[in-house]
């Protein structure tokens, strides 16, 4: 598998090589989706709060008498069934939204996603990334110029100025090989790999 080889100047200059087991997996669709839906699910966290019928702020009164008035019958207005009553099944704080992937699972889901983003062509390899201050018009124009506008940059060290030029603009990402996630990789229109960082997701990958 050979993967296009930019210059400084976001052109091609040649090919790299790059190895079939981790650019060279077949397209599995159901895969990606379990992987990149259990990373979502395990981001979530249990932070909402419904309350039951014993928390509601309620009389116990009984609304009505039990018979002669037509009605259905009817003990407290907390019910479940009132508006304003309490749920039946309440969510809690202690919700557990987990997913559990395993390993090897999740390294042939990452490869099956690089695989693709390398047959569509939007997976290029750099031989550095590199700015000289932490300015955010910088790197803009040195992505404008390489025609880029939403890129995740892989970078094998993540540089002060190339992290701090990035904060600004919402469509582009800076991260090392092991913080390449599933969500960011199928989220970005282009992936911008470095020749160092290709190395490293290679000997974590392969």
Same mark, same amino acid.
């Given at each position: 598998?050979?993967?296009?080889?930019?210059?400084?100047?976001?052109?091609?200059? &040649?090919?790299? *090589?790059?190895?079939?087991?981790?650019?060279?997996?077949?397209?599995?669709?159901?895969?990606?989706?379990?992987?990149?839906? *259990?990373?979502?699910?395990?981001?979530? &966290?249990?932070?909402?709060?419904?309350?039951?019928?014993?928390?509601?702020?309620?009389?116990?009164?009984?609304?009505?008498?039990?018979?002669?008035? %037509? +009605? *259905?019958?009817?003990?407290? &207005?907390? /019910?479940?069934?009132? +508006?304003? %009553?309490?749920?039946?099944?309440?969510?809690?704080?202690?919700?557990?939204?987990?997913?559990?992937?395993?390993?090897?699972?999740?390294?042939?889901?990452?490869? /099956?996603?690089? /695989?693709?983003?390398?047959?569509?062509?939007?997976?290029?390899?750099?031989?550095?990334? /590199?700015?000289?201050?932490?300015?955010?018009?910088?790197? #803009?124009?040195?992505?404008? %110029?390489?025609?880029?506008? &939403?890129?995740?940059?892989?970078?094998?060290?993540?540089?002060?100025?190339?992290?701090?030029? #990035?904060?600004?603009?919402?469509?582009?990402?800076?991260? @090392?090989?092991?913080?390449?996630?599933?969500? #960011?990789?199928?989220?970005?229109?282009?992936?911008?790999?470095?020749?160092?960082?290709?190395?490293?997701?290679? @000997?974590?990958?392969?």
């Amino acid at each position: 598998m050979e993967l296009k080889l930019l210059n400084a100047q976001g052109q091609v200059a &040649s090919n790299v *090589a790059a190895a079939d087991t981790v650019f060279g997996r077949d397209y599995n669709e159901a895969l990606i989706h379990q992987v990149v839906v *259990a990373y979502a699910a395990n981001a979530r &966290s249990g932070n909402r709060k419904q309350k039951d019928r014993e928390e509601v702020h309620h009389t116990t009164k009984k609304p009505w008498r039990q018979k002669g008035t %037509g +009605r *259905a019958r009817a003990g407290m &207005s907390s /019910s479940p069934l009132w +508006r304003g %009553g309490g749920r039946t099944f309440p969510n809690t704080p202690d919700e557990n939204f987990s997913h559990k992937v395993n390993k090897k699972m999740y390294r042939a889901g990452i490869c /099956s996603i690089l /695989s693709q983003l390398a047959r569509e062509e939007r997976l290029v390899v750099i031989e550095d990334l /590199s700015i000289d201050a932490p300015k955010t018009k910088l790197l #803009s124009q040195k992505l404008t %110029g390489m025609g880029l506008d &939403s890129v995740l940059i892989v970078t094998d060290t993540i540089q002060e100025n190339l992290e701090l030029a #990035s904060r600004n603009l919402p469509n582009v990402l800076v991260v @090392e090989p092991r913080h390449a996630d599933p969500m #960011s990789l199928v989220f970005y229109k282009k992936v911008l790999v470095t020749k160092a960082a290709l190395a490293q997701i290679e @000997e974590m990958l392969a």
